[in-house]
């Protein structure tokens, strides 16, 4: 998937085929995870009511079989973003400030309005592990952290870890890691800089001047 600001492409991976438009719309949309079967896409959308850069979460059907609709799934006052899909195709986990601070939640698919808070303290940009019992993410702290789901008899957080301090690229609108099905992590790195220039100070030069350069002697 690429990003336009008012539509969604598909694009082979491989260049065989011209990038397609599946959807448009009249407010900034952006792409962020494809359903387990691929016929249905979670996309961030600018919400029309509220001041920009809040968002809802949407459904875009990428298949003709699909019984998805194209709208929001995820539609409330405050903002919802960073939608993504629990491998079994049960669950959606998302990013939320309706508390205040930004938390991570999850909700049924399909979505009845019955949500988990899965942070404790911040969280943004999760990703689910390969079979869906753990939901990663980054703290405002930069800190990894993991957390550990049951599902039955009903979803909860049986436990939270911290991995790891967050050292590696940070980006508001798209996701710059990964996990592996091994659990290895694959993470955007921000390229090194040019050294620093060192900038040396010398005070009183003109004695150092008349010492090293004595004056010719007048005739």
Request: charged fraction near 25%.
């Amino acid at each position: 998937m690429t990003f336009n600001p008012w539509g969604l492409f598909r694009l082979k991976i491989d260049g065989t085929e011209e990038p397609r438009l599946i959807a448009q719309f009249e407010r900034i949309t952006s792409s962020r995870s494809c359903s387990p079967d691929g016929k249905v896409l979670l996309a961030d959308r600018d919400n029309d009511h509220i001041p920009m850069m809040d968002w809802d979460i949407w459904t875009v059907p990428l298949d003709e079989g699909s019984t998805a609709t194209a709208g929001p799934v995820i539609e409330r006052f405050h903002s919802q973003n960073h939608g993504t899909w629990s491998p079994d195709g049960h669950w959606i986990a998302y990013s939320s400030n309706e508390t205040g601070a930004v938390e991570v939640y999850v909700e049924p698919y399909p979505v009845t309005g019955k949500r988990t808070k899965i942070s404790n303290g911040g969280g943004h940009h999760p990703v689910w592990s390969r079979d869906s019992m753990k939901l990663f993410y980054l703290t405002g702290e930069r800190k990894m952290v993991a957390a550990t789901i049951e599902t039955e008899p009903k979803l909860r957080v049986t436990d939270r870890k911290e991995l790891f301090d967050w050292k590696y690229s940070s980006c508001g609108r798209c996701q710059t890691y990964d996990v592996a099905p091994d659990g290895r992590f694959l993470m955007v790195r921000d390229p090194e800089g040019p050294p620093l220039q060192r900038i040396n100070v010398v005070l009183n030069w003109f004695d150092e001047l008349k010492h090293l350069v004595p004056s010719p002697e007048a005739p």
